[in-house]
C-alpha cells in the first residue's frame, strides 16, 4: 500500500486565518462599547448647551444680542444654534426675553450646572 502524500496547508493561510480571528475578536470587544451616535451627538449638544448656560450665568445671568454674539461666535455657535437653545430655556421657564436680551431666571441662575 503506499502512503498518500500529506496535504498541508500553507502557513499563509493560517496566518491569514489567524489575522481574520484577531480582528473579529478585537471588533466584537470594541464594537458593544462603542457608545450610539445618537447618545453621541445628544451628549455633545448637553455639553454646548451647559457651556452657553454657564456663559450667561457668568454674565450676571443676563446677555444682549451682541453680547451673545461676540461670545459665542468664536466658540463656534452658530445664532440659529444659540437662539434655539435660548428658546429652550424660555419654553421650560428657566430663562425669559427682555427685548435684545436673554435673562434666566433667578432660581436657575443661582442653581449649580
Known sequence: ??????????????????MRMAIFAA???????????AQTEDAMQE?????????????KCAMT???????FEPMGYSYEEVNAILDKLVDRDLAE???DAVVLSQEFCEAEG
Not at 27 to 37: E, G, I, M, S
Open 1 to 18: 500500500m503506499t502512503e498518500k502524500p500529506e496535504k498541508r496547508v500553507p502557513a499563509s493561510v493560517w496566518h491569514a486565518y489567524g
Open 27 to 37: 471588533l466584537a470587544v470594541l464594537v458593544p462599547a462603542a457608545p450610539a451616535p
Open 47 to 59: 455639553g454646548r448647551e451647559q457651556i452657553l448656560i454657564d456663559l450667561i450665568r457668568d454674565n
Open 65 to 71: 444680542g451682541s453680547e451673545s454674539s461676540e461670545t
Open 97 to 99: 426675553r427682555d427685548g
